[in-house]
């Protein structure tokens, strides 16, 4: 049973930062693209950013040159380090998981494996 785990979440003011981490567990974590999703309120699931088993990454515009996405210290385990935060960061940050390396996708179905989430409030 694949579970992933999100933790890191938090309230934080305007231009701050913040540490997202995802555990993963139930399978060894290696050649699997492992993604960051947010949902704010009243808006739909977006990508945030992936990375595959290579090392290779991707980032929506939002997030470009303010968030970091890496593997973490810990085995299986994945960090999205967000700085420069701003208010319309505000949302629920999801970890997801596909069952291949590949990550030219960001369709929410083509991940088959997802955390319950960890809440990001950025306000002043």
């Known amino acids: 049973q694949v579970q992933l785990k999100e933790s890191g979440g938090g309230s934080v003011q305007p231009g701050g930062s913040l540490r997202l981490s995802c555990a993963a567990s139930g399978y060894g974590g290696r050649g699997r693209c492992m993604a960051w999703f947010r949902q704010a309120p009243g808006k739909e699931r977006e990508g945030v950013a992936t990375i595959d088993s290579d090392g290779r990454t991707w980032y929506a515009e939002s997030a470009k040159g303010r968030f970091t996405i890496s593997p973490g210290d810990a085995q299986n385990t994945m960090i999205l380090q967000m700085t420069a935060l701003k208010p319309e960061d505000t949302a629920m940050y999801f970890c997801?998981?596909?069952?291949?390396?590949?990550?030219?996708?960001?369709?929410?179905?083509?991940?088959?494996?997802w955390g319950q989430g960890t809440d990001v409030t950025v306000s002043s």
């Open positions: 997801a998981s596909r069952t291949t390396t590949f990550c030219y996708t960001r369709r929410l179905e083509d991940y088959a494996y």
